[in-house]
């Protein structure tokens, strides 16, 4: 059984930055995506960034592209969402999600098995 736990939301101020976390235990697929999406109230869920394993490719949505980091440490079976530059239309429950998808499948919610219980991103302006 594959759990996800993310952490490091919060409160920042327009202009701050946040890093998020997404631990992941229990073994997974042999070639898979981690994704990071996020669902801001009265909004559909929406894909923010993925890296595949193995390699390490990776993508992002574009109002995300030049302003978030996503990233992986295997040791500590842990990916990143560094996010800077935050802006108040970055508000969202933030979700990291597992599945055996790679190339365009990752932009895909339908394409992850496993998901976290999101991590709350506030920006005020």
């Known amino acids: 059984q594959v759990q996800l736990v993310e952490s490091g939301g919060g409160l920042v101020q327009a202009g701050g930055s946040l890093r998020l976390s997404c631990v992941r235990s229990?073994?997974?697929?042999?070639?898979?995506?981690t994704g990071w999406f996020r669902q801001a109230p009265g909004k559909e869920r929406e894909f923010v960034a993925a890296?595949?394993?193995?390699?390490?490719?990776?993508d992002y949505v574009d109002s995300a592209r030049g302003r978030f980091g996503i990233s992986r440490d295997t040791s500590k079976n842990t990916v990143y969402l560094e996010m800077n530059s935050l802006k108040p239309e970055d508000t969202a429950v933030y979700f990291c999600?597992?599945?055996?998808?790679?190339?365009?499948?990752?932009?895909?919610?339908?394409?992850?098995?496993?998901w976290g219980q999101g991590t709350q991103v506030t920006v005020s302006s």
């Open positions: 229990g073994r997974t697929f042999s070639s898979y995506a």
């Open positions: 890296i595949t394993w193995p390699g390490y490719n990776t």
């Open positions: 999600a597992v599945g055996p998808t790679v190339d365009t499948g990752i932009y895909d919610s339908r394409n992850y098995v496993y």
